[in-house]
């Protein structure tokens, strides 16, 4: 049993190798990887390194063929070019030894003349892809097998792009440090070339208070750019990045820089190349290399470099992003609530509009009915009291006709009993008997004639045009309300001009505006001190027209009122004492006869309500 269990064994083994050996995943794995080395530059923690090179590892990753992926960091931004040269050539030549390296990724200008510088020693006709600022000879590229990108290093982008936004700064001011001389010298020729019409001023400080101090000290109306800062005096090694916000933060003038990293911590922005962009390029190049395509084939990219903000820095500034280049990207953005929410507000909105709209046209509503009720009741009252007048007009008008009757027997048998006295001999105690039937008939003929001016007003009267004489009109009318001035104890006076000239009018129906205005006027100071209780009918010609007035020593008339006591149903009287139709009448009777009626207040107290119509003469 034990022996024919290790057969099995064997066996067992046997098989699982065969299986392992033609299986798919075990082809795969066969293939031997392809090694990639991508030197940099900077320290591995420089800014924007980090991300490119994560943008790099994914794109080489995403590729079908397997990828043995190393990166290495000159640093000569902290130790200087030559020492940091040497000390990498001998790193790379013992870390390396053995193994084949089948492209050279070289990021910056400095990396790529140590790949070239040491190619023969390291990796010998090992294609290499650049990243560059300047691009390489043209020759040298196709001799050497190099492909790339020049990507430039946007300090001059930068700086022409910080005067367009700010063009009444006459001096830049800017913080370019570096150990290796050839970089710093690189970097202040960019800047000379991108612009002539500004003073250029390094900022030169050998530790990071007196980099503090030396921004504190740029004058207003500058401009400063921030390329980097990495070593203070004594060999402590900084991190550019780091050193941005600190500029910013201490800077009184805006600030730009050239990557990407740099935005966030005061800096308004600058021209950069975005490291997704440029690790997506950069592997796209390195994988056509990987696949058999010759680098001398593969021409020079150029990316575009993109203006990028922070938005904070644009408001604080009062930078307009209608200013801004097109294509510029914003970072920071702080999202509105309308830019959040925009939905969501356009809807409540929306319904809050068609609630009020709704609600609107319900008060309205009521407010139309609540009126035509207050109109409907309005005018049923005043058709009541229409009717009431009416009424009463015939029942005066019937009442006159019988009072005359016996009116008339009294004057007749005055006249008899006057008549008898006259033809006998009248006792002596009887003597003062003719002087009383002659106060009788006298009285008598002034009731008929009262009963008889009541009866042509209160009598249905078409509008007649005759010469009429306003002064006799205002003694006849005064004449009727006598008696309730004299109850009410008013004082009734008349200052009639002499001559007038006649209107052409009805006697009837301009006797009534006058007693309209009478029985107003004795209303109005019927409220003050008996000693003030004075009204006043005066008559006057101006040229053409004649005017009469009734002026009271009453309480005079609201000015906002003015106007509004010729309106139907207006009145100031109390509930009850009037319909308000009384001047609305007396005004539709003078613009019948061509003429107008008006309302003042007297400077003394009082007001005086007169109409004005034309004489005969002028029609």
């Known amino acids: 049993m034990g022996r024919w269990s290790s057969v099995q064994l064997v066996s067992s083994v046997a098989l699982a190798a065969l299986v392992l050996l033609w299986s798919p995943t075990a082809s795969a794995q066969a293939v031997a990887p392809r090694t990639v080395l991508t030197l940099y530059w900077s320290s591995e923690s420089f800014s924007g390194t980090p991300e490119l090179d994560a943008v790099i590892q994914k794109a080489l990753y995403e590729h079908s063929e397997p990828i043995d992926y190393h990166a290495e960091y000159l640093e000569s931004d902290r130790f200087g070019d030559e020492v940091a040269s040497v000390a990498l050539r001998d790193y790379i030549g013992h870390k390396y030894r053995g193994m084949k390296i089948d492209i050279v990724i070289a990021v910056t200008d400095v990396a790529l003349n140590f790949a070239l510088r040491y190619r023969d020693d390291l990796f010998p006709d090992v294609p290499i892809v650049f990243s560059t600022v300047t691009a390489p000879d043209e020759s040298v590229r196709r001799s050497g097998g190099l492909a790339g990108i020049v990507n430039g290093s946007g300090i001059g982008e930068t700086l022409q792009l910080a005067l367009r936004l700010h063009p009444s700064a006459t001096r830049v001011f800017y913080v370019a440090q570096a150990p290796d001389a050839s970089v710093r010298e690189s970097m202040r020729a960019q800047l000379s070339d991108a612009v002539d019409r500004v003073q250029l001023t390094a900022i030169d400080a050998s530790s990071v208070p007196d980099l503090v101090a030396a921004?504190?000290?740029?004058?207003?109306?500058?401009?400063?750019?921030?390329?980097?800062y990495s070593q203070e005096k004594g060999g402590n090694v900084l991190y550019p990045a780091d050193i941005a916000p600190v500029v910013a933060q201490a800077a009184s003038v805006p600030v730009y820089g050239i990557f990407q990293k740099y935005l966030g911590g005061g800096l308004v922005g600058g021209v950069t190349a975005a490291p997704e962009v440029m690790g997506a390029r950069i592997a796209a190049i390195a994988r056509r290399v990987l696949g058999g395509t010759p680098p001398r084939?593969?021409?020079?990219?150029?990316?575009?470099?993109?203006?990028?903000?922070?938005?904070?820095?644009?408001?604080?500034?009062?930078?307009?992003?209608?200013?801004?280049?097109?294509?510029?990207?914003?970072?920071?953005?702080?999202?509105?609530?309308?830019?959040?929410?925009?939905?969501?507000?356009?809807?409540?909105?929306?319904?809050?509009?068609?609630?009020?709209?709704?609600?609107?046209g319900l008060v309205f509503e009521r407010r139309r009915r609540r009126r035509a009720e207050l109109d409907s009741r309005r005018n049923l009252a005043a058709m009541s009291h229409l009717d009431r007048r009416a009424a009463m007009g015939e029942l005066a008008t019937s009442l006159a006709h019988e009072l005359n009757q016996p009116l008339n027997?009294?004057?007749?048998?005055?006249?008899?009993?006057?008549?008898?006295?006259?033809?006998?001999?009248?006792?002596?105690?009887?003597?003062?008997?003719?002087?009383?039937?002659?106060?009788?008939?006298?009285?008598?003929?002034?009731?008929?004639?009262?009963?008889?001016?009541?009866?042509?007003?209160?009598?249905?009267?078409?509008?007649?045009?005759?010469?009429?004489?306003?002064?006799?009109?205002?003694?006849?009318?005064?004449a009727i309300v006598r008696p309730d001035a004299r109850a009410r104890e008013v004082e009734l006076e008349m200052n009639l001009a002499n001559p007038l000239a006649p209107v052409l009018g009805d006697r009837v129906h301009l006797q009534q505006v006058l007693l309209n205005l009478l029985m107003n006027a004795l209303a109005a100071v019927s409220t003050t001190p008996r000693e003030r209780r004075r009204v006043r009918v005066s008559t006057s010609q101006f040229n053409d027209e004649v005017r009469l007035a009734v002026t009271d020593t009453g309480t005079g008339i609201p000015l906002d009122r003015l106007r509004q006591i010729f309106e139907p149903f207006y009145t100031t009287k109390s509930e009850g004492s009037g319909m308000g139709m009384g001047l609305a009448i007396a005004r539709g009777i003078v613009e019948a006869h061509g003429g107008r009626i008006e309302a003042e207040n007297n400077p003394s107290g009082g007001a005086t309500v007169w109409f004005s119509v034309p004489t005969g003469s002028a029609s």
């Open 409 to 478: 027997a009294i004057l007749q048998n005055a006249g008899v009993a006057q008549m008898m006295l006259a033809s006998s001999p009248v006792p002596p105690a009887l003597s003062e008997m003719s002087d009383i039937i002659s106060d009788i008939r006298k009285d008598d003929v002034r009731a008929s004639e009262m009963i008889r001016r009541m009866r042509g007003l209160l009598q249905k009267h078409e509008l007649e045009a005759r010469p009429v004489d306003l002064n006799e009109v205002a003694h006849e009318t005064v």
């Open 215 to 228: 921004v504190k000290a740029v004058p207003a109306g500058s401009v400063l750019l921030y390329i980097r």
């Open 297 to 360: 084939e593969i021409p020079i990219d150029y990316p575009d470099l993109v203006p990028m903000f922070d938005w904070r820095q644009l408001r604080r500034w009062g930078i307009a992003e209608a200013t801004l280049p097109a294509g510029s990207v914003i970072l920071f953005r702080e999202i509105t609530i309308w830019e959040r929410y925009r939905g969501a507000i356009v809807v409540t909105a929306g319904v809050l509009l068609l609630q009020s709209l709704l609600i609107a």
